[in-house]
């Protein structure tokens, strides 16, 4: 990349309907690369993949091509709606820039807390729960 490129610290890819025409090329490895080219050094990516509308094959083969290009990748779970689960793949380079320990701690601090109770009264715990798929460094 030329020197005078603008870098981005974050780039969003949001839900895309996969059975679109054009749409399968954005889950390719070279938009995957630009991607990670146009981020800053401290840059994270975030693709949003529709669970719903992806069978595991389909998730398998977009979450290997996205793990060999980002160095650290992390997965998110969370809820379109009702019955439509999501899944975000968080890539960036280096290691992990959180601390699991703080974010336990916080997530007690909201005990109680009637925006992270669900409709059942069961402790959610967080609105998107997150599961560390890989770590590469």
Do not use: C, M
């Not at 669970?51 to 091509?65: D, H, K, M, N, Y």
Request: net charge negative.
């Amino acid at each position: 990349a030329a020197e005078d490129e603008q870098k981005f610290d974050v780039v969003v890819s949001d839900l895309f309907v996969p059975w679109h025409a054009g749409t399968g090329v954005l889950y390719a490895r070279e938009p995957f690369i630009e991607v990670r080219e146009s981020l800053s050094a401290d840059g994270l990516f975030a693709l949003w993949l529709p669970l719903w509308q992806l069978g595991p094959e389909e998730f398998r083969s977009v979450a290997a091509t996205f793990l060999d290009v980002f160095e650290t990748t992390e997965v998110w779970r969370a809820n379109f709606s009702f019955g439509a689960p999501i899944v975000g793949l968080v890539g960036w380079h280096g290691k992990p820039r959180y601390d699991d320990a703080g974010i336990r701690e916080r997530l007690a601090r909201t005990e109680g807390d009637p925006l992270l109770e669900d409709l059942d009264g069961r402790r959610q715990g967080a609105i998107v729960r997150r599961y560390r798929l890989l770590h590469r460094t």
